[in-house]
């Protein structure tokens, strides 16, 4: 039970590193350690906090709220055998609204510093994740139709992948959690975690007022978020047929070649226009449903629409 | 009319003119005039600033004719006795706006009906000293759907300061005010107090860190031109080729913060590894990696040598290649294209009415380029062909460095197999005695633009006055018409594929 956990625990703290290690590489540069980041977060940890005089107490307490309210959506991922710690019925709309409370929290102590660009940050991460939403929702909820469960260990340890439609589902499906979870971790193309450019940021300008130990908390959160998305990629990856030990084996290698790709696809692409985000999110939405109309096919539910 | 167009002052790039050869006229017949010849497409003014003189202000406008390669010198006289107000040129040629801006700001002449009479750079010895940098009058609508963004003047990255002031709607931007004069240094007024050569020539390096080889080489030919100092063609060509190294080099740095601003992360890592390989090549010739000490008035310090040459073609050749093939990969990329295409667009009828220079007016389909038009230095032995590109967008700006680059490289291929470095160019002058009572004018093509100095000297030879414009003077009014009904996340690349001086500015 705990060992879901704790994977997931151990990939946040390491992904963000590995993620800049291979893009460093990829660019012909040295690159920091992989375990970097960490060492920052910990240096932050340290550091004490300055805070404008325009903020409340929400400000200081949003951090904290929205670090919480990942670690409880972690409870709620299995990793293929290994239960989750939290699992009930229809448990995936709690975790998506948990990770939705987090951003709403956030969006609120950004608003709360009376910038013009945390404002502006706080109103563009508030439009995305509106249009993102519902392709977690139609895949999730596709697939809980499919396999007639609704919680996510029941979802996953009876997903079988046994026709070519079934592997058509599975791999949209992972493509689509792949680029969901870089518009979640504002990566590219919708936002670019290491521009300066206040007026083109996104989500780093709603962090531009933390500092120290809750800024800390905000890169550790980053992470989990990171590895949240990383767990669902793998128990779609992987039958939970396989013993646990085999699974084991995968779950890194699976955590590793996902890092790689969003290394690369931050090396190897420029992010969108602003104004085009908007219309690229809602493709994906689109190409969510291809998966919901596919399930109808497959059970033979296509007369059921009108 | 065309009596007066008969006996007007015709003079050639780098060239020193006696003051009394340069026409007088009322002004208005100076107006007349003036608006004469800007309404020509040929013609551009490339200067037009007050100097105290006896008791008044004389007026010299400096107007370049592209087609005959001259520049049109046209004065005119204000005695402090008269009131201190013009008519405006403004209403009918918008580019003068800058330099009336200018005149308003240090002298205190209003120019009447100018329709944006605006501090400039808020400069030490400005005529109203009350006016402080903090009361800029910005451009306000009064509307409860518009709010304000205010950007600067500290910024988050490592840049210079200027404060940019969006009035937006949503995300969209209606207006965009430029406030720049933060950084301002009084280099005029220190090129005059310092009488040696030698600091004079090092303070030209320093009026725009990014252009030093451009701006100490229009000081150098001046100097020349007042001193009557011949150089000779071989030192010419080595100043070009210093020049089109200096363009390399921050072209293809461009190239590498455009890519990191839309974080296309290789793009922006290996152009600006290239970028490097061309400034060390500068620094084992000059000492200097930005080309500081290269230029000295009358001769050379490092001359450029057979060995020199040698190494030059080696590093060329590794450079072009290597640019070659990631400029080929990076310019095609679809995400690249669609965050670049058809945004910050200025139409050529803009462009030349706000009397961009350089390369924002060669991306927007207008042929202002002083190499070709005024040749200088090594220009004149070994002609260049202009890049003109149509469309004036963000992309044609971008593509415009990598086209420049190319054009440069295969410049300095010509000169290298055809030119002789045997023997070594001559020595710098120390000591320059200036002819008296004289004007003179230097353009330049900076690899952003056209850069002008001007030169007044007193009946001993004194420097009296000193004039530089930088081509940004002109060029900030493109940005900030690139920006309207843009959305204000694409500033930054905007601002980028400008890259515009603000310490040429400021001065």
Redesign the interface.
């Known amino acids: 039970m705990g060992v879901g956990l704790v994977l997931i625990l151990i990939t946040s703290l390491i992904f963000p590193g590995i993620v800049s290690v291979v893009k460093a590489k990829v660019a012909a540069r040295k690159g920091p350690r992989v375990m970097q980041h960490f060492y920052d977060i910990i240096k932050l940890m340290k550091k004490g906090n300055v805070y404008s005089r325009t903020t409340g107490f929400l400000f200081q307490l949003a951090p904290i709220i929205y670090f919480s309210t990942l670690l409880t959506a972690v409870f709620f991922i299995p990793v293929g055998n290994y239960k989750a710690l939290f699992s009930f019925e229809g448990d995936f709309v709690m975790f998506a609204y948990l990770m939705a409370s987090g951003r709403f929290i956030m969006i609120i102590a950004a608003m709360d510093t009376g910038s013009g660009f945390e404002g502006m940050g706080a109103n563009r991460e508030a439009f995305y994740s509106l249009l993102a939403e519902p392709v977690f929702f139609i895949i999730m909820g596709s697939i809980a139709l499919h396999t007639g469960h609704n919680s996510f260990y029941d979802i996953f340890s009876s997903l079988y992948v046994e026709s070519a439609l079934t592997y058509f589902v599975s791999a949209l499906s992972i493509y689509l959690i792949f680029w969901l979870s870089m518009i979640e971790n504002s990566r590219l193309p919708v936002d670019d975690p290491n521009t300066h450019l206040e007026l083109t940021m996104v989500h780093e300008v709603m962090v531009l007022d933390h500092s120290g130990f809750e800024l800390g908390l905000i890169q550790l959160a980053g992470g989990l978020k990171f590895a949240i998305f990383g767990s669902l990629i793998f128990n779609l990856v992987l039958p939970i047929q396989n013993n646990y030990f085999v699974q084991l084996a995968f779950f890194p290698i699976v955590q590793i070649i996902y890092a790689v790709l969003v290394a690369f696809v931050e090396s190897f692409r420029a992010r969108n226009k602003m104004m085009r985000n908007a219309q690229w999110i809602i493709t994906l939405s689109a190409l969510s449903i291809v998966v919901f109309l596919t399930i109808l096919i497959i059970h033979e539910k296509v007369g059921m629409l009108p | 009319m065309n009596e007066k167009f008969e006996n007007i002052c015709r003079v050639k790039n780098n060239s020193a003119t006696d003051l009394n050869l340069i026409p007088v006229y009322t002004y208005s017949e100076f107006s007349d005039l003036a608006l004469n010849l800007l309404t020509k497409k040929e013609n551009h003014c490339v200067n037009y600033f007050a100097s105290p003189y006896k008791n008044g202000l004389r007026f010299i406008a400096s107007i370049a004719d592209d087609t005959a390669g001259d520049i049109i010198l046209l004065s005119h006289f204000l005695a402090s006795s008269e009131p201190k107000q013009l008519n405006s040129l403004t209403p009918k040629i918008t580019a003068l706006h800058i330099f009336e801006r200018e005149i308003f700001e240090n002298y205190g002449i209003a120019f009447k009906d100018h329709p944006w009479l605006k501090p400039v750079r808020f400069p030490h010895d400005r005529f109203d000293r009350n006016l402080k940098v903090n009361d800029y009058p910005f451009y306000k609508i009064n509307s409860h759907e518009l ?1 304000e ?3 600067g003047p500290v910024h ?2 490592i840049i210079e300061p200027g404060h940019f002031r969006f009035i937006c709607n949503g ?1 969209n931007v209606l207006h965009l005010e430029i406030q720049l004069g933060w950084q301002h240094r009084g280099v005029e007024a220190l090129i005059l107090e310092k009488k040696q050569l030698l600091q004079r020539v090092i303070l030209s390096e320093s009026i725009a860190g990014d252009t030093a080889v451009g701006h100490s080489l229009a000081f150098a030919q001046l100097i020349e031109s007042l001193g009557d100092i011949k150089i000779s063609g071989q030192l010419m060509v080595e100043r070009a080729i210093a020049l089109e190294l200096e363009r390399i080099a921050i072209h293809v740095g461009d190239i590498a913060a455009l ?1 990191t ?6 793009g ?3 152009f600006a ?1 290239l970028r490097t390989g061309i400034i060390n090549y500068t620094q084992s010739w000059c000492g200097n990696r930005l080309g500081k000490g290269m230029i000295r008035p009358g001769g050379i310090n490092l001359p450029f040598t057979n060995e020199h040459k040698k190494r030059l073609l080696e590093v060329l050749t590794k450079f072009e290649f290597q640019f070659v093939e990631l400029a080929h990969r990076t310019y095609k ?1 679809s ?2 294209q ?2 670049f295409d058809d ?1 910050g667009t200025v139409n050529e009828d803009l462009i030349r009415s706000i009397g961009a220079v350089g390369m924002a007016a060669r991306m927007a389909n207008l042929n202002r380029d002083i190499r070709s038009s005024h040749p200088f230095a090594g220009y004149i032995q070994f002609p260049i062909e202009p890049v003109i590109l149509p469309k004036g967008d963000v992309f044609s700006r971008f593509l415009l460095r990598r086209k420049e680059i190319k054009r440069s490289i295969a410049w300095i291929r010509n000169i290298l197999a055809n030119a002789n470095f045997d023997t070594p160019s001559e020595k710098p002058v120390n000591e320059i005695v200036l002819k008296p009572d004289s004007f003179a004018i230097s353009l330049t093509e900076g690899w952003r633009g056209e850069i002008c100095h001007c030169a007044l000297t007193d009946d001993t030879g004194n420097m009296i006055f000193y004039k530089i414009k930088d081509p940004s003077m002109h060029n900030w009014k493109a940005l900030e018409l690139s920006l309207r009904n843009l ?6 690349i905007n601002n980028k594929s400008y890259n515009l001086s603000y310490c040429g500015y400021d001065l």
Do not use: Q
């Open positions: 709010h963004v205010g950007v988050a990255g995300e890519c601003d839309i974080s296309y992360g290789l922006a890592n290996i590894i990329l995400s690249v669609n965050r945004i959305e204000i996340s694409d500033f930054p």
